[in-house]
Every structure is written in structure tokens, then in C-alpha cells.
């Protein structure tokens, strides 16, 4: 893996080889045809400059990274969610990637790694979703540790590697590390007074939501911030009751906001409605004085939005007036 510190970086030798997800794959040149699954994943391609060698996108769960809108525009979007096997390999790309190994992985949805291998076609998937994680206990998974953004990192800098635009993956990197210390300053010396609940979604609105378990991303994001998760669970997005939750009373409680619509709380303003006339929920301390967050679902998610969450959770601890 090419280091991104480096003053001056070297080129790609080909054929590359890394290890991905517990598998080897091996690129003879940069690809110049790539299908990405998983909006994460295509927002880290373009901000490496590669929106040019991306031909399909699939599995958006709101509006692209600002200023790649003109970009984005000229891609084909294969699907909003999960695209099929066909419609990928239609494609013709010599690179799939993939935000999650439910999509491509060993159960993968819209292909496993070996089929695309038997087509000659390489696969990379994020080391986010996959490195001490666990997706075979159902679910979303369970981290065994803590998220970092190392693991963000890590794939700026293979997919770097691969594409042969070190020096762009470097500043990449460089541009979110600076975002997040700013950030951690902003709260420093956060001692888990403070204490908050993500909300991503609900299957249907009258059954326990998805809340963001210890070990993810918002684990993360508040970690950083010093504020304290009210949900213990190693689950990456466990069902738990409104009971418990409220039980806790979460000084913040940050609702996803999403352009998807699997489940009717994708909603944020379904979220927003239950959280106010729900005889449980509504009794909550962080809902009487108005402390929610409205935050877009994939700065929840392993990638390069992860920043935003964290600053916007900084920000909103501000303008509650809770910063000691």
C-alpha cells in the first residue's frame, strides 16, 4: 500500500497487488472503466479526481457531494439501491467497487468477488466494511473495535494506488485530517456529560428503531467529541426500543436525513413527527428542549462524510448552548 505521507509519491507499479476484504486482487493497469456501488465509495473516486473513469453508480442515499453535481449529471445511475449483476458487467468496466460486502461479497446481493473474477473483472471494497467487522451475524454487522476514519484513509490511499493519483490521495487525506482536528478542538476535554442517540431508521414507525450502535461511525464521531453513546450494543445498527432510549435521556438525539425511501422513517420528517407526538418518545428531556440534529445519513456512514458529522455534532453542541 503506497504511503500517502510521502513528500513526493511513486507511481503505481503494474501489476498491483493488495489485499482486499481477506482477498487478493490484482490490477495490471489503472482501470479506466469503473462501476461503483455504494455512494460513499463514488464520492471518494471523485474526490480523487476519477469521475472520468466512472461509468455506473448505484445505492445513493441523498444528493452527491457538493460540487460534483455536473460530474455526477453524466454518469449513468444503474439504481437508487441495489443493482443487479447484469446490469453492472453491461457496463463493460474492468473495476468494481463496492461501499459494502453485502453487495459484493461472499453473500453478496448483486455478485460475488469469483463471479466477476470469472469475467475478468477485479473487485475493491471498502476496508471500512470489512476490517474487525463481522457481516455474517446478520444485520448491518458487528465491529469487534472502534471505527476510525484510518480505515476512510486506507481506501483514499489504495484506491489511489490503484488508479495511480497518489499525489491527489495525499491531499485528500491531508484536507480531511485537517477538518477533523479542527473539529476535535472546537469541543476539547469532552468528558461524557453529554450524551446522544443516532437515529438512522425504522422498519415501520410504531416498531424499536435503528440506533447507532457503540462501535460505527457515530460511535466514532462522538467519541471524538467526547460525548457519550447511550446505546452499548457492538451491533453496527441494532433495534432498540423507545423504552430504553428514553430511559437514558440523551441530551442530543441526531435523526438521518435521506433521500431513500426503503422505510417510511427514511422520512426525516416522519422522524420529526413520531419524536413529538410519541407519548414515550416525546417525553424525552433532548426532545422537550428541542436538541435534535438533523444530519444527512451518509455522514453516519464509513467515508469521507464522516467529518461532516463529526463537525456538525460539534456545531450543534455549540448552538444548544451544552459546550463547557
Known amino acids: 500500500m503506497g504511503g500517502a505521507g510521502q513528500a513526493q509519491a511513486q507511481p503505481t507499479k503494474y501489476p498491483l497487488t493488495l489485499s482486499n476484504c481477506g482477498r487478493t486482487v490484482t490490477f495490471d493497469h489503472a482501470p479506466r472503466r469503473a462501476v461503483s456501488i455504494g455512494q460513499s465509495t463514488t464520492e471518494a473516486l471523485y474526490l480523487l479526481g476519477l469521475a472520468d473513469k466512472v461509468v455506473g453508480t448505484a445505492v445513493w442515499f441523498g444528493p452527491v457531494l457538493p460540487g460534483y453535481e455536473a460530474e455526477n449529471a453524466k454518469i449513468e445511475r444503474l439504481a437508487d439501491n441495489d443493482p443487479s449483476f447484469e446490469s453492472v458487467i453491461a457496463k463493460k468496466p474492468d473495476l468494481v467497487t463496492a461501499q459494502f460486502q453485502w453487495h459484493v461479497g461472499p453473500s453478496g446481493i448483486v455478485g460475488k468477488p469469483e463471479q466477476f473474477q470469472d469475467l475478468g473483472i477485479p473487485t475493491y471494497v471498502s476496508p471500512a466494511d470489512c476490517v474487525d467487522k463481522d457481516n455474517t451475524s446478520g444485520g448491518d454487522g458487528t465491529r ?11 481506501e483514499i490511499t489504495e484506491l489511489a494506488e490503484i488508479f495511480d493519483v497518489q499525489e491527489r490521495g495525499a491531499k485528500v487525506i491531508a484536507d480531511l485530517k485537517g477538518r477533523e482536528e479542527a473539529a476535535r478542538r472546537k469541543l476539547a476535554g469532552g468528558d461524557g456529560k453529554i450524551s446522544a442517540v443516532f437515529w438512522f431508521s425504522s422498519a415501520k414507525i410504531e416498531i424499536d428503531p435503528y440506533m447507532a450502535g457503540k462501535n460505527g461511525v457515530p460511535g466514532y464521531i462522538m467519541a471524538v467529541l467526547g460525548v457519550r453513546n447511550v446505546i452499548e450494543s457492538a451491533e453496527e445498527w441494532p433495534t432498540v426500543g423507545w423504552e430504553t432510549v428514553t430511559k437514558a435521556a440523551p441530551t442530543i438525539i441526531v435523526a438521518a436525513k435521506m433521500d431513500r425511501r426503503r422505510y417510511p422513517a427514511d422520512d426525516i420528517a416522519v422522524k420529526l413527527n413520531f419524536l413529538k407526538t410519541d407519548p414515550v418518545a416525546s ?26 458529522g463529526i463537525e456538525i455534532l460539534a ?10
Open 144 to 154: 469487534h473495535t472502534l471505527f476510525t476514519m484510518d480505515l476512510v484513509y486506507r
Open 283 to 308: 417525553l424525552m428531556p433532548a426532545v422537550k428542549q428541542g436538541h435534535i440534529v438533523e444530519m444527512d445519513a451518509q455522514a453516519m456512514s464509513a467515508g469521507v462524510r464522516a467529518i461532516d
Open 315 to 324: 456545531d450543534a453542541v455549540e448552538r444548544f448552548g451544552l459546550k463547557r
